[in-house]
C-alpha cells in the first residue's frame, strides 16, 4: 500500500512539481511573463488545493477507493487536455482541473497510512510518501526536457497523462478495502479541527514553508540560467535538489520519530532554520561557479523541501484518530493554495525586484516559519494506527 500510495503521488507530482525543469520552454512557447509562467506551474497545486476538502469528504462517503478512481478519472482527462492546449488560457484551465482530480492522491495515500503505521513508524512511512513529491520533480528533470524536445508539450503532458493513470488505477487495487468512514462527515469537523491545540499556528508554519519551496522549485531553473550558468548545469541543479529533498524527509520523518514520535516540533523548527541559511547561501552561489549553485541547491532543498511530511503528520496527531485525514486535508489545503497563489506573486517579486530579493525573501519567511514553529505547543503523541 506504501509503494502504491508513492507511485500514485510520484505520477501526480511529475506534473506538479516537475514543468519547472521546462519553464524556460513553454515561457518561449506559450509567450509567458514570469508572472504568468507561476500560474500555468501552479495550476495544477491550485486547483488541488480548492478541491482537498471536498477530496476528503469523497474518500469518507464513498471510501478510498472508489474516490482514488473518480479523482484518477479527472486527472488523467484534464492532463491530456493539457496536453492538446493551444493557448496559455487553456493550458492554465487544463491544469487546474487535472489538479481538481488529483486532490484525492494526497488524502488517500496519507490516510492510509495513519491506518496500518503506529506512532513510532509513521514519521518515517509519511516521509517515504513525501518522497514522491521530489521523485516526481527528479523524474521530470531527466525525462521533461527529452520529451519536450521530441514533441513539445503535447508528448510530454501526453506521456504524463498516461503514468497518472496508470498509477492511480493501481493504488485504488490496493489501498485498503472501500469501506466508508462517516464519523465526523457533519459541519462540525472543521471547527473541532482548527479548535485542537497548535493546528491554527501550525497552519500558519506550512503557509510560511509553502512559499519558500516554491519559490525553490518554480524558479531554480530560470534563476540559474538568469545567472549566466549553462542549461545543463540548471537541469543538474534542478536533478540534486530532488533527490536531496527525497533523502531529507525520509530522514527529518526518522527524526520526528525519535523519543516515541516526542519531538515533532523541534525538527520542524530545525527544518525551517536550514531552509533560511540555505536560501542565503544559494542566492551568494549563483554568483559563483556551477559547483557552488549545485551544492548550494542542495542544501537549500535539504530544508526548503523536507517539511511537508513533518507538518501533515502533526496535523494528523493533533485531533480525535478519526479526524486525521480531514485534518490532513485542511493542512494541505493551506499547502496547495498558497502555493498556487504566491507563486506568480514570487515571479512578480523577480521582476521589480530582480533575483537577490527573492532569495532574501525567502530567508525571511523561512526564519519566521521556524519562529512560529517554536512556539508550538508540544503535542501528546498517542499510538493512533
Not at 4 to 15: C, D, K, L, N, Y
Not at 106 to 129: D, K, S
Not at 154 to 166: D, F, N, Q, Y
Not at 198 to 204: K, W
Request: proline share 4%; aromatic share 8%.
Amino acid at each position: 500500500m506504501l509503494a502504491g500510495a508513492v507511485a500514485a503521488q510520484t505520477a501526480v507530482s511529475v506534473v506538479n512539481f516537475g514543468l519547472p525543469a521546462v519553464g524556460p520552454e513553454l515561457q518561449e512557447d506559450f509567450d509567458l511573463t514570469l508572472f504568468e509562467l507561476g500560474a500555468v506551474l501552479t495550476a495544477g497545486l491550485l486547483g488541488a488545493g480548492v478541491s482537498l476538502v471536498a477530496a476528503g469528504i469523497l474518500v469518507d462517503r464513498i471510501g478510498p477507493r472508489s474516490a482514488m478512481l473518480a479523482g484518477t478519472a479527472v486527472g488523467s482527462a484534464g492532463i491530456a487536455l493539457a496536453a492538446a492546449a493551444s493557448s496559455k488560457e487553456a493550458l492554465f484551465v487544463a491544469l487546474f482541473v487535472f489538479g481538481i482530480g488529483s486532490a484525492v492522491v494526497p488524502i488517500a495515500g496519507t490516510g492510509a497510512l495513519f491506518r496500518v503505521y503506529p506512532v513510532a513508524r509513521r514519521g518515517w512511512a509519511l516521509g517515504v510518501r513525501q518522497t514522491a513529491v521530489p521523485l516526481g520533480g527528479a523524474v521530470a528533470a531527466v525525462l521533461y526536457p527529452a520529451l519536450y524536445a521530441l514533441g513539445g508539450a503535447g508528448l510530454t503532458l501526453a506521456a504524463s497523462a498516461v503514468a497518472v493513470a496508470v498509477t492511480g488505477s493501481w493504488f485504488a487495487a490496493v489501498v485498503t478495502g472501500d469501506r466508508p468512514d462517516r464519523r465526523h462527515v457533519g459541519r462540525r469537523s472543521l471547527a473541532t479541527i482548527l479548535r485542537a491545540p497548535g493546528v491554527p499556528t501550525l497552519l500558519a508554519v506550512a503557509a510560511c514553508y509553502i512559499v519558500v519551496l516554491q519559490a525553490l522549485l518554480a524558479f531554480l531553473v530560470p534563476a540559474v540560467e538568469a545567472a549566466g550558468h549553462s542549461e545543463l548545469t540548471a537541469s543538474i541543479a534542478y536533478f540534486a535538489v530532488n533527490l536531496a529533498a527525497g533523502v531529507a524527509r525520509i530522514v527529518w520523518g526518522s527524526v520526528a520519530d525519535r523519543g516515541g514520535g516526542a519531538r515533532r516540533v523541534r525538527t520542524l523548527v530545525e527544518v525551517g532554520v536550514v531552509a533560511s541559511v540555505g536560501a542565503l547561501v544559494f542566492g551568494v552561489a549563483l554568483h559563483a561557479g556551477p559547483v557552488a549553485v549545485v551544492v548550494a541547491a542542495v542544501v537549500f532543498g535539504l530544508g526548503a523541501l523536507g517539511w511537508n511530511a513533518l507538518v501533515y503528520l502533526s496535523a494528523g496527531e493533533r485531533v480525535d484518530p478519526s479526524l486525521a485525514g480531514r485534518s490532513v486535508a485542511v493542512a494541505a489545503t493551506v499547502v496547495f493554495v498558497l502555493s498556487g497563489l504566491a507563486t506568480p506573486v514570487l515571479g512578480a517579486v523577480v521582476d521589480v525586484l530582480g533575483w537577490d530579493a527573492l532569495w532574501i525573501a525567502s530567508a525571511a519567511v523561512a526564519a519566521l516559519g521556524a519562529f512560529l514553529a517554536f512556539r508550538l505547543p508540544a503535542q501528546a503523541v498517542g499510538d493512533r494506527a
